[in-house]
């Protein structure tokens, strides 16, 4: 089967994210400016604690999600379908990678297909928000939802990447009007994510006035788009320009208090540099709902269903100890914690 172009930007994609290094330079997600603060008497039982929850209206074993990757390459298919299946079985949420691949080239459109992997997951579809400028609308949309089956569609948002990419499309022009006629139009819930850069508040809160449902903040700290393009470049002015961006974006950390201080209800997904469940219990204890992992999930999705799964099983165990050291039995005594300190201050105080 032949690729377009599309086809092998992806994978060329995943390439680069396994084997160069595309975090950004002396940039951190924040989180490490929390900690908890241990209880020696948690007056639980550890095989008591509970971490199951909710998204998108389905009932899910643990708060996490597998964060947009890839999709539209035969590498990226492998990939798809091991996070599925591993999804389905330890009951986490998952997202595609960008469909737009789907309906642009014949070309592996089964790796975007895996409802029948995980039949009883949360699904998202995903398409870049800057495509409603490039003759995408509401009939598309359906169509990508449609097609995958998904329980939502997410809106990406990436004008730094696509000012790097050789190939990039950069009019970000008025789609605030046009996301609204999306949210209003479509027949499931619509999120927006970032890509690595992040969303604060203010953004967030005029995405939640036109009727976006829920907000990856998809912060910094993780892979940089910017070095991702910057490797794949063959244009020696943007390979130049790309360094002097290698430190851009707001740190994971940042994005969520900032968009829960302006939208105390609206469901936050915190991505961006998430490696370990200690990491996804610091950003439940500051605001966020659901945690997506990405990257740290991609070596062993190249690899078999039972490399995701021990992945998974060890997020989830982490999340569970920390809890435990805390004594909380569940996700919303984790939440309320007064047990943690940011920046130096304790919340016991």
Known sequence: MSESGINKRKTEHIRLCLT????????STGLEGISF????????????????????????????????MTGGSKLAARINQNLAIAAEERGWAIALGSTRALLESEAYQDS???RKQAPHAPLIANLGAVQLNYGYGIDEAKRIVDMTEADSLVLHLNPLQEVFQDEGDINFERLLPKIESICKELHVPVGVKEVGFGIDGLLAKQLADVGIAYIDVAGAGGTSWSQVEKLRSKDPLRKAAAEAFNQWGIPTKDCIVSVRSQLPDIPIVASGGMKTGHDAAKALTIGADIIGFARTLLQAATESVESV????EQIELELRITMFGIGAKNLTELKQTNRVEIMGKSLME
């Open 20 to 27: 160069d290094q595309v975090e950004g330079v002396n940039k």
């Open 37 to 68: 603060i241990h209880n020696a008497l948690p007056e639980i039982n550890f095989n008591d604690i509970e971490i199951d929850s909710t998204f998108l209206g389905k009932q899910i074993k643990t708060p996490f999600l597998v964060s947009s």
């Open 112 to 114: 975007f297909l895996i």
């Open 309 to 312: 799964l021990q992945v998974m």
